[in-house]
Each structure stands twice: as C-alpha cells, then as structure tokens.
C-alpha cells in the first residue's frame, strides 16, 4: 500500500540484495519469511521455535533457519528454556530484540523541531522538542536546524551502541512520499521543498534511509497501534496545532486518497466570512479550532505572526492561557467554548462522512480536553446524523504534542519489521547440538 501522503506501515522492500545472494525469487520468499516469523514474535511474545513453527504454519527446519538469521541480524535473542509441560528437553524460547537497532521520528511544526527515537521493541531511546520559529525561519534555516537535531540524536545512538535503521519526518502539509517532497505546507509557508534530499547531505550514513510523511498521519497511526483508543478500527485523529490536520483510520487502515491527501480537514471551509487562513482561502476550519485561533482570541497582542522576537513553544503559550484562566480571565472560558463549539461543527461532517467510532484529539486540544470535549460533543449530537454521531466520541490523546515523531519512528520499525533484511548480519548465530530448538 504506497500513499503520497502516509501510506500506512508499509516497508518499501530495500535491502533485498544482502539476502545471502540467493536468486531473487527464493529471496523474495526468504523476506517474507523472515517478516512473518519477526512480526509474529513481535506481536505475540516469547515462544520457542516449535511453537512458532505450529502457529506459522512453517516446518521446523525452515523456522530454526530463519530465526537463525533473525538472530544473526540483532532482531530476534534466546531467553532460556521454555517449559511447557512437554515431555522431553524443553525448547529455548525466543524474544524480539533490536536493541541494537534504531528507529529516528523527527518533526517540523510551525514553532518547534521535535525527534523521538526506539529501538525496534519498543523501548525509547530520545524523547525532545525544543521551541523553533519555522514560520519566520523558513525552509533553509528550519532544514539546518533539523538536521543539526538529527546529527545530535544519531550520535546519542551511536554512544548506545545503536545502529540506526531510518529517520521519518513529519511535516503538516502535502507530501510527495515518494520523492520525500514538501509539495505545500501553507503554515510552514513551504513549496516544493525537498525534505529528503536536503537532509541526505547532512551527514546521515548514505545507507539510512530518509523519508518524509505528513504529520497528522503518523499521529493517527501512533494512536492506532499506540494510543487511548488503540486497536480501534474505524477513528479520526486532530492534530490541535497551530493548524488542524487529520489522520482517518477506515477498516484499521489509514485513508490515503487518490494522490495521497485524503485528511486535509484544517481545510475545509466552515465560515465564508470569517478569517483568513494560512492557506490564502477564508474561514477555513483551522482559523476557528487551531491554536493559532485560540491564542488570537486570549492574547490578541502575543498572537501568531505577531513578532516580540520570542520564540515560545506551544506548552508555554498553553501555560499562559491557563494562568490566565486561574486568573479569572473571563475571555480564556469563552474562547475555549467557542473552540469547542467548532470544533464540534466540524466533526459532524467527519463523522458524517467517516462514521468513526473514535475522534482523538491530540496537541493543544487533549490539554483542554475536559473543557472543550463536553462542548464539543453537545455541538457533535445536535448536527451529527443521529445514529453515528450518538456512537462516536471524542477522547483526549495521552501523546501530547509527540504524537507525529512517534509514529514517524514507529514507520521505521514497522519497515524492519516488513524486511528484516534492510539490517545487516552482525554474527554468526551456531545451534548447540542436541537441544530442541
């Protein structure tokens, strides 16, 4: 499944020459073979070789030869014996490693650079954002200022001891997946920026892979696989930045679009006489739920574009709207209502369209969610179709504002997990004679 924008966990099937230089067709039935075993222990915890074998539906023989690989490539690691009961010597049971391998999710958004990275189990490794006027800095500075932030997280990985597998980048606007190619970002005030490119020359081994994905998209697929309403079949994400994006879950997998845009729901017009959008168009949804909307109607004189040569990062913008709100700041509560109510407004037309199970809101809006989710689920109920909206709520997402890098990075692991032969052999794994492996 390839989208031009998201295209969902999928693996684009590099690496297939360092399958130990047996004839493609052999090796194309190798990788998938080392993906099925992978992927099952990934997903249903240690077991021994037998029982991979008996739940895969491959014989033993070709289980130990693959695990033998898997083993050899740091993605799979023995754990000692496995009792289970059996007469006989026990077998020894197996657990996803890859800690040695590692997956880099970075972000650019209109007022932050952010970079979150694991290992392939999971366990993570770089956790930061830090506060960037990408809007004022342009493409040139916000691309120098990423790849120095990615120059940082590959050494940290490098002083662990981990090999780096891919780096994805998240940005809010259309992306030509393909071509790593900002096509436009309007709050970035990016066009034809060539993200992938630009950051292949800024000292990234040639042999990692760099792609470049919608922001919104990876969100959503952060809170599929990870998030309050993981496993959730049918859901729509809202990103509650500056801007408002969205990542569709249908059928458990990412709505894509002919050319890869499906999600672009900031844009939709909602109000032919209101405000006038990043994008060049009037009143489009974001100008009422973004958080540039909300700053604008709390703190007018510190709103976006209104330059005091600070750069403030969207908590510390939240932070002080709260302060004023514990102040008795009596525009803070009607601002917040009126988000709410648009925000309700416009989830109508998703879910009428859609028919989720499950909108999660992320970014500025899960920081308010107990405000605005009441709100926004009265609006959702009164111009909903009776029966999906009455189905459908609206939860907070616990990822913050890292939900994007996070599912950036969980795009790299999902790709190892795809072809575990993109990671090279690092040892030779020998069996120890006479156990049951």
Same mark, same amino acid.
């Given at each position: 499944?390839q989208h031009g924008r998201g295209g969902g966990w999928n693996g684009d099937q590099k690496g297939s020459a360092r399958s130990v230089g047996i004839p493609a067709d052999q090796a194309t039935v190798r990788r998938s073979n080392l993906s099925l075993v992978l992927r099952h222990v990934s997903e249903r915890g240690s077991r021994s070789r037998s029982l991979v074998a008996a739940e895969t539906g491959l014989n033993k023989t070709t289980v130990t030869s693959l695990v033998g690989e898997l083993v050899a490539r740091g993605l799979i690691?023995?754990?000692?014996?496995?009792?289970?009961?059996?007469?006989?010597?026990?077998?020894?049971?197996?657990?996803?490693?890859?800690?040695?391998?590692?997956?880099?999710?970075?972000?650019?958004?209109?007022?932050?650079?952010?970079?979150?990275?694991?290992?392939?189990?999971?366990?993570?490794?770089?956790?930061?954002r830090v506060g960037f006027d990408a809007t004022g800095g342009g493409p040139e500075r916000s691309l120098d200022e990423l790849a120095r932030t990615i120059k940082e997280a590959v050494a940290e990985l490098d002083l662990l001891g981990v090999t780096l597998a891919g780096?994805?980048?998240? =940005?809010?606007?259309?992306?030509?997946?393909?071509?790593?190619?900002?096509?436009?970002?309007?709050?970035?005030?990016?066009?034809?920026?060539?993200?992938?490119?630009?950051?292949?020359?800024?000292?990234? #081994? &040639?042999?990692?892979?760099? /792609?470049?994905?919608?922001?919104?998209?990876?969100?959503?697929? #952060?809170?599929?696989?990870?998030?309050?309403?993981?496993? /959730?079949?049918?859901? =729509?994400?809202?990103?509650?930045? =500056?801007?408002?994006?969205?990542?569709?879950?249908?059928?458990?997998?990412?709505?894509?679009?002919?050319?890869?845009?499906?999600?672009?729901?900031?844009?939709?017009?909602?109000?032919?006489?209101?405000?006038?959008?990043?994008?060049?168009?009037?009143?489009?949804?974001? /100008?009422?739920?973004?958080?540039?909307?909300?700053?604008?109607?709390?703190? &007018?004189?510190?709103?976006?574009?209104?330059?005091?040569?600070?750069?403030?990062? %969207?908590? +510390?913008?939240?932070?002080?709207?709260?302060?004023?709100? #514990?102040?008795?700041?009596?525009? =803070?509560? #009607?601002?917040?209502?009126?988000?709410?109510?648009?925000?309700?407004?416009?989830?109508?037309?998703?879910?009428?369209?859609?028919?989720?199970?499950?909108?999660?809101?992320?970014?500025?809006?899960?920081?308010?969610?107990?405000?605005?989710?009441?709100?926004?689920? /009265?609006?959702?109920?009164?111009?909903?179709?009776?029966?999906?909206?009455?189905?459908?709520?609206?939860?907070?997402?616990?990822?913050?504002?890292?939900?994007?890098?996070?599912?950036?990075?969980?795009?790299?692991? +999902?790709?190892?997990?795809?072809?575990?032969?993109?990671?090279?052999?690092?040892?030779?794994?020998?069996?120890? %004679?006479?156990?049951?492996?």
């Amino acid at each position: 499944m390839q989208h031009g924008r998201g295209g969902g966990w999928n693996g684009d099937q590099k690496g297939s020459a360092r399958s130990v230089g047996i004839p493609a067709d052999q090796a194309t039935v190798r990788r998938s073979n080392l993906s099925l075993v992978l992927r099952h222990v990934s997903e249903r915890g240690s077991r021994s070789r037998s029982l991979v074998a008996a739940e895969t539906g491959l014989n033993k023989t070709t289980v130990t030869s693959l695990v033998g690989e898997l083993v050899a490539r740091g993605l799979i690691k023995e754990i000692g014996p496995q009792h289970a009961g059996a007469v006989g010597r026990p077998g020894l049971a197996l657990a996803l490693d890859g800690s040695g391998v590692g997956a880099l999710g970075t972000e650019v958004n209109v007022d932050y650079v952010a970079a979150f990275a694991t290992d392939v189990a999971g366990r993570v490794l770089i956790d930061r954002r830090v506060g960037f006027d990408a809007t004022g800095g342009g493409p040139e500075r916000s691309l120098d200022e990423l790849a120095r932030t990615i120059k940082e997280a590959v050494a940290e990985l490098d002083l662990l001891g981990v090999t780096l597998a891919g780096i994805t980048v998240a =940005v809010p606007g259309l992306i030509d997946s393909a071509t790593g190619i900002v096509e436009v970002a309007p709050n970035l005030g990016w066009y034809g920026v060539p993200v992938a490119k630009v950051l292949s020359k800024a000292g990234v #081994a &040639p042999n990692v892979p760099i /792609t470049v994905d919608n922001d919104a998209n990876l969100a959503a697929l #952060a809170e599929f696989t990870a998030g309050v309403a993981a496993g /959730t079949s049918d859901l =729509v994400y809202l990103t509650g930045e =500056v801007g408002v994006g969205g990542g569709v879950i249908a059928g458990g997998r990412l709505l894509g679009g002919a050319d890869g845009f499906a999600g672009e729901v900031g844009h939709v017009m909602v109000d032919p006489s209101g405000e006038r959008c990043g994008c060049g168009r009037i009143g489009c949804w974001e /100008t009422k739920v973004g958080l540039a909307a909300l700053v604008r109607m709390v703190t &007018p004189e510190r709103a976006y574009g209104v330059g005091d040569g600070v750069v403030r990062d %969207p908590e +510390e913008r939240l932070a002080e709207i709260e302060l004023r709100q #514990a102040a008795g700041d009596r525009r =803070v509560d #009607a601002a917040v209502i009126e988000v709410g109510r648009w925000l309700g407004r416009g989830a109508a037309t998703l879910v009428n369209l859609f028919n989720p199970r499950v909108i999660v809101i992320g970014g500025y809006f899960a920081r308010l969610a107990e405000q605005i989710i009441p709100v926004a689920q /009265t609006e959702l109920k009164r111009l909903g179709v009776a029966g999906s909206a009455s189905r459908c709520t609206f939860v907070a997402s616990d990822l913050g504002f890292g939900a994007a890098s996070r599912g950036a990075a969980g795009m790299v692991v +999902e790709r190892v997990l795809s072809d575990p032969t993109s990671i090279d052999i690092r040892h030779v794994v020998t069996s120890r %004679p006479g156990e049951e492996r």
